[in-house]
């Protein structure tokens, strides 16, 4: 039967069929370890194929060859403005540009937010809403009918700033028309990976309690200092209290950073590389430490014009926004495996996923987290005292008296 049911190994769950089936013969299923797959009541279903017209994935099976992007120009860069720049992962770069995007009437940016205890695709037209996007989002969000929502507004001749990951910018660009996606500018972050909600869920009770989880953020800055952002989960509490846990003393985060912990078709995907699907590519920039003259000490952004429309927008609007330099896209690359290949899956990746399953969340942090001991104590107060390009050096410094 021609739908969308047998493409479960390479679904990165972005829920375009559901919302095209004329009949509402598919519905959005958790199933392996909390991901959402399709499910297709074929008592129902029509076979008309509408489906598969509008998965991305689907098309992959079909064809073996990927579309080159044109002539791609990089740069570094880091946001003019301060308190954009202090509240973002890295450099400020979507920040940066839904700011500038908005300045204009009418128009929409759509990122991932935390929003309802969990992380969905959000679209706003006031800048209340970047604040709520800003900032990295260690997990699958959900893209609900944003999307079709995003079609619409385009259709309409309103702009939109679309930022998610490579896989959800082209589930995006496949509903698009050719005069709707005129309308639309695209950014696809550099992506590692994306572990499950219900995972996150699990890990983050180890820290709530019966209290709300107002925001979460996996990366930050110290406020009294201009260094780079540091890998530290922050829970904020409905009660505006603040929790703090380095990435290694915690289970899910740390899993993540070891790329252990994704999706299945993370570890297949067809978008690590340098063909990006996005107008503009941000993320962190790991070759930084080439670049002497650039912004030492503090967190900058990989910036990739990948569009003639990428490169129109940025001349136009961007470009007077950043402190930028030329960056070597190769030299980045090599620094960079994500724009080469995507990560390797682990050969215990059903333990890990399972254990995520069924152990509690006690358990967990006993397996995958370094224990919170005094050492670790101790260094979190320094973190707070010292910039943490200092407490970098001397952890090198100790690493090396070792």
Known sequence: MDNIANIKEVCTGCENCAHICPVNAIKMRKMDHGFLYPVVNTEVCIACGKCRLVCSHAREKETTEQEIPGEQTAYIVRS??????????SGGAFAMMAASWLKESDRYVSGAAWSNERVEHIVSSDSSGIRKMQNSKYVQSLTGDVLFYIKKLASNGKWVLFSGTPCQCASLCRILNEEERKYVLIID???HGVPSMEHLKTDISLYGGTE?????????????????SSFTMKIIHSKRTIQSVSYDRDPFFNLFMQGKNFRSSCYECRYANLNRVGDI????????????????????STFIIN???????????????????????????????????????PEDYEDIMNDFDELSVEELARKYARPMDMKYRIMRILYVLLPDYVIHNLQNLMKRRV
Not at 219 to 225: I, L
Request: hydrophobic share 30%; aromatic share 12%; glycine share 2%.
């Open 189 to 191: 972050i550099i992506c």
């Open 281 to 300: 590519t941000i993320g962190d920039c790991d070759s930084h430490h080439h670049y002497k003259d650039f912004c030492q000490h503090t967190a900058v």
């Open 307 to 345: 569009s003639e429309f990428g490169r129109k927008i940025w001349n136009e609007k961007f470009k007077e926004l950043f402190y930028y330099t030329q960056m070597d896209l190769e030299l980045e690359q090599q620094h960079n495996h994500q724009l080469m290949s995507p990560s390797k899956k």
């Open 80 to 89: 003019k403005d301060k308190s954009i720049w202090k509240e973002s992962a």
């Open 212 to 228: 709300r989880i107002n925001n979460l953020v996996f990366r930050s800055k110290q406020k009294n200092f201009l260094t780079k």
